[in-house]
T-cell receptor
Framework: KAGVTQTPRYLIKTRGQQVTLSCSPI?????VSWYQQTPGQGLQFLFE???????NKGNFPGRFSGRQFSNSRSEMNVSTLELGDSALYLC???????????????FGPGTRLTVL | GDSVTQMEGPVTLSEEAFLTINCTYT??????LFWYVQYPGEGLQLLLK?????DKGSNKGFEATYRKETTSFHLEKGSVQVSDSAVYFC???????????????FGIGTKLQVIP
């Protein structure tokens, strides 16, 4: 079974631009979560999508948005980029099936975003 | 709210030394507990998990026991190798509703360096 894939792996943008990151979950998984990882803040939860609906959202400004398609693929968009948005963005998928208490998340390799 | 506390490190050990990385948590409800590992340049991989009190998760020589009375999930390995050098994340997952939605909270991550 193929793992979680993220594209692109690396991105360099300038301040004020916008960026779209893509995540393809493991086949059959319906839940996709996004995280921002930085050296200072660690791993911070952005949002989670399940069956094309956002189920939960972390404490990030509205410049960070996402969506999920009917095939469970997800995209994350960051508008008006700031220097502080430079980070590794990780996507994780899980089955999302109820009522499991052990719904393990499987992570992709991440997209390294650098904002200049 | 839910939280996971672990030392940031780095933890530096000689090859074949004994490893302990402490992890304590606070959570509403009855969490599942996880250890993830992130090798340089890669995303997170699930290392082991435990879903109820006194359960012991184990994988690749690593193990951790779910201790409800001390709210801890310490990671141990009897003899570390250079290839174990990575960042280790403790995490918890709490079921939020009958639909199976789970919220995952990560610790800051502990960097382990093993020297020959």
């Amino acid at each position: 079974k193929a793992g979680v894939t993220q594209t692109p792996r690396y991105l360099i943008k300038t301040r004020g631009q916008q960026v779209t990151l893509s995540c393809s979950p493991i086949s059959g998984h319906r839940s996709v979560s996004w995280y921002q990882q930085t050296p200072g803040q660690g791993l911070q939860f952005l949002f989670e999508y399940f069956s094309e609906t956002q189920r939960n959202k972390g404490n990030f400004p509205g410049r960070f948005s996402g969506r999920q398609f009917s095939n469970s693929r997800s995209e994350m968009n960051v508008s008006t980029l700031e220097l502080g948005d430079s980070a590794l963005y990780l996507c994780a998928s899980s089955s999302g099936q109820a009522p499991s208490l052990t719904d393990t998340q499987y992570f992709g390799p991440g997209t390294r975003l650098t904002v200049l | 709210g839910d939280s996971v506390t672990q030392m940031e490190g780095p933890v530096t050990l000689s090859e074949e030394a004994f490893l302990t990385i402490n992890c304590t948590y606070t959570a509403t409800g009855y969490p599942s507990l996880f250890w993830y590992v992130q090798y340089p340049g890669e995303g997170l991989q699930l290392l082991l998990k435990a879903t109820k009190a006194d359960d012991k998760g184990s994988n690749k020589g690593f193990e951790a026991t779910y201790r409800k009375e001390t709210t801890s999930f310490h990671l141990e390995k009897g003899s570390v190798q250079v290839s174990d050098s990575a960042v280790y994340f403790c995490a918890l997952s709490v079921k939020l509703n009958s639909g199976g939605y789970q919220k995952v909270t990560f610790g800051i991550g502990t960097k382990l360096q093993v020297i020959p």
